[in-house]
């Protein structure tokens, strides 16, 4: 799968080396690249922003760079292109989400904003790129983009094949089913006077699977009840 990432902060991304995805990156399972959106830029300081139009507070991302930037990566691409602003103000990002774009044979762009935004332009001429999503990652807000970005990459990432090294890891999970995962122990079955629930040590897999349904059940009624249906 191709990724590529716009950005002010490339070295955000520099953690893209380590850890499962670094793998995946060097077994050629998933090519990340990262732009920097200075080098799209023509003037001696290599302006990305300006102030608002109407007034406000802030600055806001030129679209000058932005259309550049896209621009060239268009222009190499072989898939089609889905372009992924992260936006406080999106819809939020779900693992329905993640399972769709790791599905969808789409070469993704992450285009991060900085600052209070980006000129509104930029989504628009996307669209004539590729798909557009415009996309939250939760209910606070961030400098920028790019912490969004790499969350979503990983999520994205870890669901293509040969990522996770086993696919049953990515089935019995939280949200997978709508429902958050079980708890999980091992040994030993007595820590500090904290013993391991006897079901799991009773060896019916029937009743450990009866017992971790309801756990799932029960978790997710007291931590995230919006998750269930009426
Ligand atoms: Cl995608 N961006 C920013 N700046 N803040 C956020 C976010 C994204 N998602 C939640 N908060």
């Known amino acids: 799968m191709r990724i590529d990432v716009v950005t002010i902060f490339p070295a955000f991304f520099d953690v893209l080396e380590v850890s499962l995805l670094g793998r995946a990156r060097d077994a050629g399972i998933l090519d990340v690249r990262v732009h920097d959106l200075r080098d799209f830029t023509h003037d001696r300081h290599r ?3 300006d102030t608002p139009y109407g007034g406000g507070a802030g600055m806001v991302m030129k679209p000058e760079p932005w259309g550049q930037a896209l621009d060239a990566i268009a222009a190499d691409a072989t898939e089609p292109l889905r372009f992924v602003f992260p936006s406080p103000a999106g819809a939020v990002f779900t ?3 993640a399972r769709s774009w790791a599905a969808s044979g789409e070469h993704l762009v992450f285009g ?3 600052y209070e935004g980006i000129d509104e332009r930029v989504f628009s001429y996307a669209a004539t790129l590729g798909e ?5 990652i939760g209910d606070y807000v961030l400098n920028g983009g790019e912490v969004a ?3 979503m990459i990983e999520a994205v990432g870890r669901l293509i094949p040969g990522v996770v090294g086993n696919p049953e890891s990515l089935i019995e999970e939280s949200h997978e089913d709508g429902l958050l995962e079980y708890p999980s122990f091992t040994k030993p079955a007595a820590w ?3 013993d391991v629930p006897d079901v799991l040590l009773s060896g019916h897999h029937g009743r450990v699977a009866d017992w971790r349904r309801e756990q799932q ?3 997710t009624r007291a931590r995230r009840p919006d998750l269930l249906p009426d």
């Open 47 to 49: 302006t990305v922003d």
């Open 95 to 97: 693992q329905a989400a």
């Open 112 to 114: 991060c904003g900085r």
């Open 132 to 136: 557009v999503s415009l996309t939250s």
């Open 149 to 151: 970005a790499m969350a």
């Open 192 to 194: 500090r006077g904290y």
């Open 217 to 219: 059940i029960e978790r």
